[in-house]
């Protein structure tokens, strides 16, 4: 979801979701509804980036996003990192248990 685009219909889509009694159906055409407004944000969200580029703007908010995409992906090699670490420590530690639960 783009920041500071949140509406009254999405909204009201996401909470129509927790109701599990609705039909197939029912659930399809929510869903639908959530993708035409997803799809409506998204559309408005690019036609304002391109006006905001044709006006000279936006230059600036590349750079500030190309330097969140790298800090993201910095922290994801980190945690892909840290979850390879505890996946072999929780390894280890099952196949002790293991061989103290088979003494």
Do not use: F, W
């Amino acid at each position: 979801m783009l920041p500071g685009i949140v509406n009254e219909s999405y909204l009201s889509a996401r909470i129509g979701c927790i109701n599990t009694y609705d039909s197939p159906m029912t659930r399809l055409n929510q869903a639908t509804e959530r993708l035409k407004s997803a799809l409506d944000r998204l559309d408005a969200a690019v036609e304002g980036r391109v006006q905001a580029r044709s006006n000279g703007e936006g230059a600036s908010d590349d750079s500030e996003l190309r330097a969140a995409l790298s800090a993201a992906r910095e922290e994801n090699e980190n945690l892909q990192s840290l979850a390879g670490e505890v996946s072999s420590r929780l390894d280890s530690t099952i196949a002790r248990l293991k061989s103290v639960m088979e003494a």
